[in-house]
């Protein structure tokens, strides 16, 4: 954990590409309006208005900083809710009574989250957290209403002075945990069940499939969509059918082990997301991009405390930990295993990049030149499959 990442660290700039816009549509809320009771964790302290004077907390110097996280799936998913929320309590551990946390669990994307966001910054919360895409728009008509509080949107692209965006590159991971699976198969396909058809999980898959290739050029990913971020039965069921298809190995953009379950059950192996969740599928795991949002938390309170927070948008990376890969399984040979460690050097160092060209998309057409980098901006608005990718990159 790289608990010294300073505000701002591998910042990158990031362009707002049109293809990402069919992100707003791919996830919608639903029809029930009732907002849910933020859960509070830290001794409430008082304010008199949204971003009036934090309080100073009791037998401390400091002014209490209140924050507030909105999540999309409950806390108890084992993947990217439970990260997120893990991140909350590194940022309450570090900060100790300088910081009062809430969060609310399990808040639907769209026009719901708009009410959500609206009380909480009424409620007098210094900066507000929340963890989908599909919270962009709603966040920043809020942010445009209560100017002195500070927004925080994850996996975004549109900012305003007081609202910012922060995600990372899951790429780097992907590749390597593509190197881990294409050592293991012996069918040459490996399955990977996908919530939604964009280019951040586009990204993810090709990716993935890069990195499966530089072990074994046979090796093809088949794409099943579920059309959602969290339901286990759905996952698990898009799991069975990859498997039924041939897979022997399952990778996944989604949020709970159900996936890995149905591999193990099947005799097969998996490649999870957001956390080390080998503990749900033993027989089965090989490893797993995973998150550490601590850090990036409490730099923003910092930043808030010591006045110096501006609106950025943040693009964290293996170097500066926001990214790693979890352990690699004994199953993955050692040789693999060396040589997973050796890219994950060379990515740290900035010596390689998981899109390096040549890359080519399903239909043979070129889209990265031998020996080139794209750049972020043409990385975030991704919206076709790499050569090797069995499935339609639009759903």
């Known amino acids: ?187 040459n396909q490996i399955g990977y069940v996908a919530a939604f058809p964009i280019p951040e999980v586009l990204r993810g898959i090709n990716a993935f499939t890069l990195g499966a290739q530089r072990i074994n050029p046979d090796v093809t990913v088949e794409v099943a969509w579920t059309s ?41 192996y998996w490649v999870g997301y957001n956390d080390d969740m080998s503990r749900f599928a033993p027989d089965a795991w090989l490893t797993a991009p995973v998150w550490d949002w601590g850090p990036y938390y409490i730099s923003v309170v910092e930043a808030i405390r010591d006045g110096s927070w501006v609106s950025e948008q943040y693009y964290g990376n293996m170097a500066d930990g926001l990214v790693t890969l979890a352990p690699v399984a004994d199953v993955v040979p050692q040789d693999v295993r060396d040589q997973i460690q050796t890219v994950q050097d060379e990515i740290i160092a900035g010596s390689f990049a998981p899109f390096t060209g040549p890359v080519n998309d399903q239909d043979g057409n070129e889209k990265v030149a031998a020996g080139e980098v794209p750049d972020l901006g043409t990385l975030l608005g991704m919206d076709y499959f790499v050569a090797g990718v069995i499935g339609s990159a639009t759903g």
């Open 1 to 187: 954990m790289n608990t010294k990442l300073p505000r701002g660290a591998f910042r990158r700039s990031m362009v707002a590409m049109a293809a990402i816009a069919l992100i707003a549509t791919a996830c919608g809320g639903d029809d029930d309006t009732t907002e849910p009771a933020p859960e509070t964790t830290a001794a409430s302290t008082a304010t008199t208005a949204a971003g009036a004077d934090t309080t100073e907390a009791p037998g401390t110097d400091c002014q209490v900083i209140k924050a507030a996280f909105v999540y999309v799936g409950p806390i108890g998913d084992a993947g990217w809710t439970k990260k997120h929320d893990d991140g909350r309590k590194e940022l309450e551990a570090a900060l100790g009574d300088c910081v009062e946390t809430s969060y609310l669990e399990s808040v639907p994307e769209g026009a719901e989250s708009e009410a959500v966001f609206d009380r909480l910054a009424r409620e007098g919360n210094d900066v507000i957290f929340g963890t989908s895409f599909g919270y962009m728009d709603q966040m920043l008509a809020v942010a445009e209403k209560y100017p002195d509080v500070k927004f925080e949107h994850a996996t975004g692209f549109k900012t305003s002075d007081n609202m910012s965006t922060y995600f990372g590159a899951a790429e780097e991971a992907r590749y390597l945990s593509g190197m881990a699976a294409a050592s293991v198969t012996e069918s």
């Open 228 to 268: 959602t971020w969290f339901d286990p039965v759905v996952e698990k069921e898009a799991a069975e059918a990859l498997l039924n298809g041939g897979a022997d190995v399952i990778a996944q953009h989604q949020d709970t082990p159900s996936a890995g379950e149905a591999a193990q059950t099947a005799g097969g």
